[in-house]
């Protein structure tokens, strides 16, 4: 039985933000950007465990569904953890009208903080986290409790905004974060606060190589990571070994 772990942290960001992702993911068409970026992860950990392939992204539910999918029935069980239990309830419903039951109890549900896992050492064999590790306050300690839940051999996945390295590239990029996504939000979801929100906690998240040294300092080992456009995202990798 293979057991894995997906944090959502969206506790400071409203509902109105998971429906303004679908619009600006364009999720109507599985060619653009956001879903190129989706790929990389569901390479890196079917490298790490033979004939799963999930995704990993920030669309609620999604990323269990597709390791649901890849699973099978009986062959796994995925756990969906977020501090706001409201998106959890989004999410659950999007199961209930999406799997049968009998895949839906390989679904595990649970509210906690990605600082203090409710879960047993040794638990899981594979934790992913995708654009969410910033909003952490103390992230050493969420990279500390992923260690802790992980089996070992199992493996460690984040999937985050990172640092353009392109000086011109990244002159370009401060000015679409600052000057677009905010006023986007604002007339597809009604918030401004929010996106404004988004875009300083990536500019305060730490760059690729200090966050790589941060995920070895909390016990990871074979760490290592790979930018994506760039470095807009970045796929972080290590292992409990």
Known sequence: MFYVLLLIWIDSVKIS?????????????????????????????????????????????????????KLGRGKGHVT???I?????????????????NDLQEQLTWTVGDAQKLP??????????????IRNVVKIHQALEEAHRVLKPGGRFLCLEFSQVENMYLEQLYTFYSFQVIPPMGKV?????D???YLIESIRRFPPQEDFAEMIADAGFSC??????????????SGFKI
């Not at 047993?120 to 064999?125: A, G, Q």
Request: with cysteine.
């Open 17 to 69: 933000m998971y429906l303004f992702n679908h619009f600006y993911n364009c999720k109507k068409s599985e060619s653009n950007l956001n879903f190129a970026w989706k790929q990389v992860p569901k390479l890196h950990l079917a490298f790490c465990v033979r004939d799963l392939s999930p995704f990993c992204f920030f669309v609620l539910g999604d990323i269990a569904f597709r390791v649901l999918e």
């Open 80 to 82: 969906i953890c977020d």
């Open 84 to 100: 706001n239990a409201s998106m959890l309830e989004v999410g659950e419903k999007r199961a209930q009208r999406q799997f049968p």
């Open 119 to 132: 879960f047993e050492d040794n638990t899981f064999d594979a934790y992913t986290i995708a654009f969410g």
């Open 188 to 192: 597809l979801a009604g918030d401004w």
């Open 194 to 196: 929010s996106y404004q």
């Open 223 to 236: 760490v290592n990571y790979e930018n994506l456009t760039f470095g807009v995202a970045c796929i972080h």
